[in-house]
C-alpha cells in the first residue's frame, strides 16, 4: 500500500505541475489574470484541494450506485436484529463520520489557494483587472466564487460538513470550478490573432469524450463493487 501511495502521489504532482510548466511558454498570450510564474504551484495546490473533493463525490455516486444505505437508516433498521444483522448492517454501509472529517480539511486548502491567489494579483499589480468587467474579469469571478469561496464556506459549516446532500452539491462546485480553471488556462483566455480560424469540435471528439468518461465510471464501479473500496463488506448491497 505504501508504495503505490507514494508512486501515486509523485505522478500526480510532477502531472500538474508540468501541466502548469507548459503555460509558462507563452507569458504574452494569456490573461494577465491566469499568467504568472507560480501557474505550476497553482495548478498543483488546485489538485491538492479537489482530491478530498472527489472522494467525497465518487464515495456519495458509488454507494447510491451500489445502493447502500446512508448510516443513520442502516441503523434505524438494525434495531429489531440479530447480533449477526446488525454487524452486516454496520458493515454493509458507508461511514459517514469519514467524509464529514475528510470535508473538515476542505476549507483551510481552499483558504490557502484563495490567499495565494490573492496575494499574486496584488503583488503582480493585476488586482484591480478583476474589476474590469470585461469577459476574462467575470470568468475569473465566477471561476473563485463557484469553484473556492462558496464552497469554503459552506464546508465552514459542521451541518454542511455532515449532511450528505449539501457536502455532495459543494464538493461538486469545487470540482466545476477546477475544470472552469483549467478551460480559462487552456484555451479561453488566450489572445489569439484576429484572423485566426476557429475550431469546431468534431462530433466525434464528444463521443470519444463521453466513452472515456463512461468506460472509467465503469471500472470504478466494478472495482467498488467487488473490492472493499467503501469499507469492508461494503460491496454487498444492504438488505432488509
Known sequence: MIPLVIGGTVLSCLHQSSLGSLFLNVPDQLDPLWYTPLLPLFFLMSAIYVGPAVVIVATTLASRALGLRPAPEAWRHAGDRTSQQRVDARSARVEPDI????????????????FAKVLELIVAGDFDLLFNGDRASGLFLLEMSVGVIIPMLMFLSAGIRENAGWRFVASLMI????????????????????DALSYTVHPLEYGFTIGLWAGLALVFYLVALYFPVLGPGAHGKASD
Open 175 to 194: 470540482i466545476a470550478g477546477l475544470m472552469l480553471n483549467r478551460v480559462d488556462v487552456s484555451i479561453i483566455s488566450w489572445a489569439r490573432p484576429a
Open 99 to 114: 467524509l464529514s472529517s475528510l470535508a473538515r480539511f476542505i476549507p483551510f486548502l481552499l483558504g490557502i489557494y484563495l
